[in-house]
């Protein structure tokens, strides 16, 4: 089992910045890609980016468009999302989940087997 917290999230006025963690714990995440997606109000939810055991990155250019760095630091099973240049349609529970797989990095939720609770992320404008 692998439990995930998430944190960093917040309010912020738009074209701020939040830094998202989530830190894992339970076992090895050896060859297990990670990732982040989100769900607002009303709206299924999304893929935002997804990051190899390596730091392969993939990310849904359509949200992101630049603003937005996945990253990974492995000796500490954390998980972390940059966001830059926030938007008001930011707005969302952000949620960091471990792939099932082994060595891929997936944009599709049913691939991540293992999910936190989520935080909140909130941009005014």
């Known amino acids: 089992q692998v439990q995930l917290v998430e944190s960093g999230g917040g309010l912020v006025q738009a074209g701020g910045s939040l830094r998202l963690s989530c830190a894992a714990s339970?076992?090895?995440?050896?060859?297990?890609?990670m990732g982040w997606f989100r769900q607002a109000p009303g709206k299924e939810r999304e893929f935002v980016a997804a990051?190899?055991?390596?730091?392969?990155?993939?990310y849904d250019e359509d949200i992101v468009r630049g603003r937005f760095t996945i990253s990974r630091d492995n000796a500490k099973n954390t998980l972390y999302l940059q966001m830059n240049n926030l938007k008001p349609e930011d707005t969302a529970i952000y949620y960091c989940?471990?792939?099932?797989?082994?060595?891929?990095?997936?944009?599709?939720?049913?691939?991540?087997?293992?999910w936190g609770q989520g935080t909140q992320v909130t941009v005014s404008s």
């Open positions: 339970g076992r090895t995440l050896e060859d297990h890609g």
């Open positions: 989940a471990v792939d099932g797989g082994w060595t891929r990095i997936s944009a599709e939720a049913w691939a991540y087997e293992y």
């Open positions: 990051i190899s055991w390596r730091g392969n990155s993939k």
